[in-house]
């Protein structure tokens, strides 16, 4: 309109709105005298937007031209032919000329068309019309305007102002979607920064966008709205007027766009924001737990720098203070890390897509928490009872020194009577009756009671102060002596000759002194607490005591020969492990014997549900099978490696079989549980557990095996810990990791059972290798790739389960339950057959990424782990079974190559194809045939071929990439039955197949089949060429139809491309 609106408003040509026959589209060229100076061009352009508007909305259609020159020449008219020949783009239907109404100029016009008419009629129909009338003729009077005597009622300035109206909003619509578009892009390519303020102005700045993206599209949607109404309004008033109705569509289709655009930019939006946000929680929160890590870790480093060996009393009270105050600060920083580890789990709760990183921290700090909370008490408690022995030590040191000065203090001559001896008797009875109590226990006791806290320096100063009471003792005894004999018999008075003395009372404590002398010199031994005294081991504290009667001194020399060797540390553990064994026993007899058993007991039938003694295998589960193993077998052997720990490891790995019954156990306890919630207030466990007299209720009996399972795996790591280069040192490892795996696989197993929606039988999978959650991209390598930024930017959340033979791929869903009743399910989404998967170890961008693709890359999914050692441990694992497949199907194409008239059994060949592994067994099919009997259709039913084969051959590539392919298989010169490895073609039947499913078709001997393709299911769609029928068979019949032909024939018709059928070995 912009560049021909200037020569449309001098209205040189209209569009009326009026038609013509075969609704032609009439187009007006009136009256105008600057018509022969309309440039071409200009009149060209004219045309083609009169023609476009008509076109747009129905293509093909025919145009009518109307041209008056009632008041022009016939020269004019030439003219105005002329260029409507040579301009107009449309289809021309008819050209109706109002000729000129003068004499003169009506008679040239009649000749000069008479004799041009041949050229005109040559390029375009034209007709000649005397007068409007005869313009009646050709066109209704309801489609012309009043001035061609019509009544079609046409505004020139209301149609311009209107076809401006729509073609700018028109524009204005596309103007908007180039806007979204290119903010839409603007977001897909933010990369985010690392700062919580770039984030925050990031978050502003794209909102303000959206909110000036969001006005001007209600701005528009206004605009169009009130043209949509203007349309409707003109409409009322005049149904005939089609191109109305037309601009009225035209305007509806903008505005649905408009409003499609505004939804999908809608949610775009949001889930961007979204995605900010929750990233900006995250940076907060990570920022939050850095900086509490530094925290804990310095309080750790405090806690490790505090030292727990001291020597004295005024040590003691001062480390006590310093802990006291590091218990403190521990507290409250703790109390911050809880409430960061709350806020973390309310960032969970709220579904934010780094949901396992933000646990990981929780966990973490929740870690450090109890870390630093257990040790902290662990040395407060030996503080604590250091400082208790160390003041018993001083009142027995004070108490010796005490009687040490009663002693000397006892004046001679006051025992020479009976009253004074009888006095001097009973003043020392109550001075032994004031002996602090931990002279009565004796240092053995002493050391076995403090035993945690012991060290060298505190045994010492042990040691010396009971030498010293001992010496002490022994001064008291013998004046105890001295004064009963003074006190049976009358003793004559002694005069003294020593002079009198002048001299104050000695200083107390006169008996110890630095000063050492000749005595008499005595040893004993003491024995450490826990050993047997043997040959081989002496180590034993040995004390020697010297005194000196004639001073009243004693001197103590303290020597260690031996210190706790690591054999009597690992038989400690042993029997520990062996006291806890037999106590697991007994708790397992005394559950089987006080609950399960009493459920027959006719007594207490009036106090159990009868729903709840048919459902006591599900109460109990395996755990008969358990306590039969451990009280039977396992206990045995493990008293009887009491005396040789070394075999304790050999034990456990002898017995790796049988622990997998707690598999089964702890399957069954989600179930267990459930039940138990449902009758945990029965009268009949309630009367149980009073006759067993058991303090806790049954559910905490029946949790006993998880417990005693976690159990063994701590004991085991302690005897590594003190048998190391010792023999049995590798079997212990062995158990441990035998244990290890066992509880790794108790956990997947528990995982594996809350999976729903698969439709297969799970244990055809083969057993639970790894489990875990990942962030998933899926692309296909067919079909249209929608939004692939935004696809980018939110990855999906998948829970992966590695199988045997398959990797299946799970939804978390949310946990079902309240409190401590929560549990996870999984939906299941998709199965990966290990036989058509391959991988790419590295992903550009991502050490945490790595690529598993199926069927030759149709499908790849790029996975991404929460750590590099989870991608290296789910990578170790998926080369492993795709180096066994491999290297499977290798020895089977060797063996189909090499085995001459070999045959292996069809249980033989199952095993190996279940397992994925070959099997040495020899059998009696084995051996070779001149003439192989056919064997039982039971058999022919166990002949498959190795699954995958036809897509697994050359989907290899990069030395970091494994597929789960074979190699290329050749054909086998022996005349042994083999199997046809079937691939798409045309094959000839030798034996009847009967329809075996709705979908299925029948096939007799002799007919011709086309195989076409393999479904997910394993079955190929074939269609009868002899009969005409098309249908889906099974692998395995076809197999069995065409393999009997495959004897001295080959069932793939003769082609050049197909002569030669890749047939496997019979397995």
């Not at 009888?422 to 076995?448: C, H, M, N, W, Y």
């Not at 009696?924 to 045939?929: A, F, L, M, V």
């Not at 989907?955 to 597929?963: A, F, R, V």
């Amino acid at each position: 309109m912009k560049e021909v609106g200037g020569y449309i408003q001098k209205q040189v040509a209209y569009l009326s709105g009026g038609r013509g026959e075969d609704s032609s589209v009439i187009i007006t060229l009136p009256e105008c005298s600057a018509f022969s100076d309309i440039p071409e061009e200009a009149l060209a352009k004219v045309f083609t937007y009169l023609t476009l508007i008509p076109r747009t909305r129905q293509p093909g259609v025919k145009f009518i031209v109307i041209l008056d020159r009632r008041l022009d020449t016939w020269a004019s008219i030439k003219t105005a032919l002329a260029r409507i020949a040579a301009s107009f783009p449309g289809n021309l239907h008819l050209v109706l000329v109002l000729r000129p109404t003068s004499f003169f100029h009506r008679t040239v016009t009649d000749i000069g068309f008479r004799f041009s008419q041949e050229d005109f009629m040559l390029k375009m129909p034209v007709v000649m019309l005397s007068s409007v009338t005869d313009l009646l003729r050709y066109i209704d009077e309801n489609q012309l305007t009043s001035e061609f005597g019509g009544t079609l009622d046409y505004c020139h300035s209301d149609w311009i102002v209107l076809r401006t109206a729509i073609e700018s909003f028109a524009v204005t619509v596309k103007d908007i979607a180039q806007m979204l578009q290119g903010f839409g892009s603007e977001l897909a390519e933010t990369e985010l920064p690392d700062e919580g303020k770039a984030i925050e102005y990031l978050l502003e700045s794209h909102t303000d966008k959206y909110k000036k993206l969001k006005d001007a599209i209600r701005s528009v949607s206004k605009e169009g709205r009130h043209l949509l109404l203007s349309l409707e309004t003109s409409g009322k008033e005049d149904d005939s007027q089609w191109d109305v109705k037309m601009d009225w569509e035209t305007v509806q289709r903008l505005l649905a766009q408009l409003r499609d655009m505004e939804s999908a930019f809608d949610g775009f939006f949001e889930k961007h924001h979204l995605k900010l946000h929750q990233y900006l929680q995250l940076l907060r929160y990570e920022q939050s737990f850095q900086e509490m890590e530094l925290c804990l870790e310095h309080l750790m480093s405090q806690e490790r720098e505090l030292s727990v060996s001291v020597d004295s009393l005024v040590q003691t009270e001062q480390a006590l203070k310093r802990m006291d105050c590091l218990e403190s600060n521990a507290q409250d920083v703790m109390a911050r890390a809880q409430i960061i580890i709350l806020h973390g789990h309310q960032l969970s709760a709220g579904h934010h897509y780094a949901m396992a990183l933000i646990m990981q921290r929780c966990n973490e700090l929740r870690h450090y928490c109890d870390t630093l909370n257990a040790a902290l008490k662990t040395k407060h408690t030996s503080l604590l009872q250091t400082h208790q022995l160390l003041l018993c030590l001083e009142q027995a040191l004070t108490w010796c020194d005490d009687g040490a000065y009663m002693l000397a203090n006892q004046l001679v001559d006051k025992f020479q009577s009976k009253e004074g001896a009888q006095a001097a008797l009973k003043e020392i009875e109550r001075f032994l009756d004031g002996a602090p109590s931990i002279l009565s226990s004796g240092p053995d006791v002493l050391t076995i009671e403090y035993e945690a806290v012991i060290t060298a320096q505190l045994q010492a100063q042990i040691g010396e102060t009971f030498v010293k009471h001992g010496a002490v003792q022994q001064m008291i005894q013998n004046r105890q002596a001295s004064l009963r004999k003074l006190a049976d018999k009358h003793v004559r008075p002694v005069q003294l000759v020593a002079p009198r003395p002048e001299n104050p009372p000695r200083a107390k404590s006169p008996l110890f002194s630095p000063k050492h002398g000749d005595g008499l010199k005595f040893t004993f031994d003491i024995s450490l607490p826990g050993k047997r005294a043997s040959r081989k081991s002496p180590n034993t504290r040995k004390i020697e005591v010297m005194h000196d009667y004639q001073e009243s001194r004693s001197c103590v020399s303290y020597s260690l020969e031996g210190e706790d060797s690591p054999d009597l540390l690992k038989r400690h553990v042993m029997r520990e492990l062996i006291e806890t064994e037999r106590i697991y026993v007994e708790e397992l007899l005394s559950v089987l014997l006080g609950y399960r058993a009493e459920m027959d007991n006719p007594a207490l039938s009036g106090l159990l549900p009868p729903i709840l003694r048919s459902k006591r295998d599900i109460l109990f589960g395996n755990m008969p099978e358990i306590y039969n193993f451990h009280s039977r077998v396992f206990l045995q052997d493990l008293e009887g490696c009491l005396e040789a720990p070394e075999g304790v490891g050999a034990c456990f790995l002898q017995r790796k079989e049988s622990f997998q019954m707690y598999e089964s156990y702890c399957q069954n306890k989600p179930r267990s549980e459930a039940l138990w919630r449902q009758f945990s207030d029965c009268a009949f466990f309630q009367e149980c557990q009073k006759k067993l007299e058991h303090k806790l209720a049954l559910d905490s009996y029946l949790l006993k095996p998880v417990q005693r399972l976690t159990k063994y795996q701590l004991l085991l790591k302690e005897l590594l810990k003190y048998s190391s280069d010792c023999e049995g040192t590798s079997e212990l490892q062995g158990a441990l990791t035998a244990m290890l795996d066992l509880l790794k696989s108790v956990n997947d197993s528990m995982h594996q059972i809350a999976i729903t929606g698969y439709e297969g039988d799970i244990c055809e999978l083969g057993r639970v290798l790894m489990q875990g959650s990942f962030s998933v991209w899926i692309s296909h390598k067919k079909g249209p790739t929608r939004m692939k930024e935004l696809t980018r930017f939110k990855p999906m959340q998948r829970h992966l389960f590695l199988y045997e033979r398959a990797l299946l791929l799970c939804k978390r869903r949310e946990e079902h339950g309240d409190g401590c009743d929560k549990t996870p399910s999984y939906s299941f989404k998709n199965c990966l057959k290990m036989t058509a998967v391959g991988i790419t170890e590295n992903v550009k961008g991502d050490v945490k990424k790595f690529e598993i693709w199926y069927s030759g890359r149709e499908e790849v999914y790029v996975v991404q782990a929460p750590t590099v050692e989870v991608k290296m441990a789910w990578l170790n694992e998926l080369r492993r079974i795709l180096t066994n497949q491999q290297k499977l199907l290798r020895d089977e194409a060797y063996h189909g190559q090499m085995g001459g008239h070999m045959q292996l059994s069809p249980s033989l060949s199952e095993s190996k194809q279940q397992r994925a592994s070959v099997s040495s067994e020899d059998t009696e099919s084995g051996r070779s045939s001149p003439d192989p009997q056919p064997h039982s259709p039971k058999h022919q039913h166990n002949r498959r071929s190795w699954p995958g084969a036809p897509h697994s051959v050359d989907i290899c590539e990069g030395l970091e990439e494994w597929s789960g392919g074979q190699d290329a298989f050749h054909p086998s010169d022996t005349e042994d039955e083999v199997l046809v490895s079937l691939s798409p073609g045309r094959y000839r039947v030798l034996a009847d197949c009967l329809q075996n499913g709705p979908d299925s078709i029948p096939i007799k001997c002799g007919d011709v089949i086309q195989l076409q393709c393999e479904d997910n299911r394993g079955r190929w769609f074939v269609k009868n060429l002899s009969r005409r029928q098309e249908g889906f068979m099974a692998a395995a019949s076809l197999q069995q139809i065409l393999a009997d032909y495959s004897r001295g024939h080959n069932s793939r018709l003769a082609d050049p491309g197909t002569r030669k059928a890749r047939k496997l070995s019979s397995p």
